[in-house]
């Protein structure tokens, strides 16, 4: 398995302490982070070395584009009313890969626009510092444009097009908002086959960054890539390291919020002192994992219990409760009742429901709290994203504010909502902000209902999501990186400044008021 690490000091350092318990080949991800291949049983020794800071294991993530139309789409809308293309930027995708053989990412005379490209589950020669997958050189993916049959020389690196979708939305020749901008691709993919981490997004993050300042050129990143699993809050170590390297090199880090807007994910609540509350939610046939992720002051005695559709119960947790694992109906549970972590003063609680010989069974399940001393009583609990566990799994009372999806709470991003072009509104599957506590909201809005994209089979689709509203704010951020830094009117446009200035070339409304929970500051046509 791996693990993230924080640690402090030089990483030959760390290397040093590492070795001597045995652990060899970490990636150092820099700004003190650092991905290590360890066993479950060497964690506690890990967590005792002198430079160690804070560890976190990795979580499943995924794709956010569950809302999609399959039909041809022949129309493709004109995002581009800028003088500029992206020109001397790079724009990095990290996603499924990239059909590197589409007509959208090649020169007029065959030759292709990635200037880089690493797939993660590839056999070949990994990247400066990583131990998996295979890069590929722009030399070597036109070596394989030109040849008779070009998977032969490179396999395929995207299977679902999502990548794809979203490379061309931000920079493909007909349908990208910066049409000429380089590309720099990673195909997020484990070689097991198991779903993606947040582990590989992390390396994917570094690839990028250190490919972009080796080629002293400034870069736009996309990642379209989402999960509930957290306090959203922006405390996890996969979130604060995106806030770090976002700070690196001329970098621009675009993230959509989610399609959990409407999905019925989120429950929030104020305990009383001495009060019972029951909390009902139902599950989707046929779901092959369930988790539920609670968040609360970690000053609030507060006490859960579970219970399965048929009343069993598995028992109640509370602080003097680490973890308990049960199997009930041919379910397994695990229940854990964590403790605040080194950069946040809250504590979860987690329940993690698969299958041991039996099925998770399309029924309602009921999460009963007790309170006891309560100094501020509030909580938010998120079950899966809808890409995980789909629209049939949701709260009885669910509530659409905090939908934002993580990591799109991380700090220094562009964190990118979506909105209907046909009405103007918020698409109803768009994550959403809150106002308090901590004021996170979107800062912009895009287009993400029937976006022109180019599909695995040389057509265009229309696709709808947060995922293919992302990009066009990445290729927007490209046009002013181009305008600023290359064109020389504005040497440090990228980061936070560049935020600013799609902050204030959004459309708004006299309707509402701005920051807007669904629409950020407004909305980039």
Not at 88 to 103: A, E, P, Q, R, S
Not at 238 to 256: D, L, N, R
Request: contains cysteine; negative net charge; hydrophobic residues 35%.
């Amino acid at each position: 398995m791996e693990i993230i690490v924080r640690y402090s000091g030089d990483f030959e350092e760390f290397i040093t302490g590492l070795e001597d318990l045995g652990i060899f080949r970490p990636v150092d991800l820099g700004q003190g982070y650092a991905v290590i291949g360890i066993s479950a049983d060497m964690i506690p020794l890990l967590e005792t070395l002198p430079l160690v800071e804070d560890t976190e294991l990795p979580k499943d993530i995924f794709l956010e584009n569950d809302f999609t139309d399959p039909g041809n789409c022949p129309e493709i809308p004109d995002f581009r009313r800028s003088l500029y293309s992206g020109s001397g930027v790079l724009i990095g995708i990290i996603d499924t890969g990239v059909d590197y053989t589409n007509k959208e990412f090649r020169l007029p005379d065959g030759r292709t626009r990635i200037a880089a490209m690493w797939d993660q589950s590839a056999d070949g020669t990994p990247p400066a510092g990583f131990y998996e997958g295979a890069e590929y050189s722009r030399d070597r993916i036109n070596t394989a444009l030109f040849s008779a049959d070009p998977f032969s020389v490179i396999a395929k690196t995207d299977i679902s097009g999502h990548g794809t979708a979203v490379a061309g939305i931000a920079a493909g020749n007909s349908t990208g908002v910066a049409y000429e901008s380089e590309l720099i691709v990673v195909c997020v993919r484990s070689a097991s086959g198991e779903g993606e981490k947040t582990t590989q997004l992390m390396k994917g993050l570094r690839y990028v960054i250190t490919k972009a300042a080796q080629l002293k050129k400034p870069v736009a990143i996309n990642i379209s890539y989402g999960m509930n699993e957290g306090s959203h809050r922006g405390d996890s170590l996969f979130e604060t390291y995106i806030s770090a390297v976002s700070g690196e090199w001329k970098t621009t880090i675009v993230i959509p919020t989610g399609n959990e807007g409407g999905a019925g994910h989120h429950y929030e609540g104020d305990l009383k002192e001495g009060e019972q509350l029951d909390i009902g939610f139902f599950t989707a046939q046929g779901i092959e994992s369930l988790y539920l992720s609670m968040w609360k002051n970690y000053t609030d005695i507060i006490s859960a219990e579970l219970f399965f559709p048929d009343g069993k119960s598995t028992g109640v947790i509370n602080r003097f409760t680490t973890s308990t694992k049960s199997v009930i109906d041919g379910l397994s549970v695990t229940s854990v009742f964590g403790q605040p972590g080194v950069r946040s003063v809250f504590q979860e609680i987690y329940y993690d429901i698969r299958p041991a010989g039996g099925i998770i069974p399309q029924a309602l399940w009921t999460l009963r709290l007790r309170a006891g001393s309560i100094a501020d009583g509030h909580f938010d609990i998120w079950l899966p994203t809808i890409e995980q566990v789909t629209a049939k799994t949701y709260f009885t009372d669910p509530e659409d504010t905090l939908t934002m999806t993580i990591p799109s709470t991380a700090q220094g991003i562009i964190r990118t909502a979506g909105f209907d072009r046909r009405t103007g509104a918020a698409a109803v599957f768009s994550g959403r902000g809150k106002r308090c506590p901590g004021e996170i909201f979107p800062d912009v809005s895009a287009p993400a209902v029937e976006v022109t994209a180019p599909s695995l089979t040389g057509g265009f689709d229309s696709l709808s999501g947060t995922s293919f509203a992302a990009p066009v704010i990445t290729g927007y951020a490209a046009q002013l990186m181009e305008w600023g830094i290359v064109c020389g009117n504005s040497p440090f446009m990228y980061g936070e400044r560049v935020k600013a200035e799609i902050r204030l070339r959004a459309q708004r409304s006299r309707e509402l008021t701005y920051p807007d929970p669904s629409l950020g500051y407004g909305r980039i046509m």
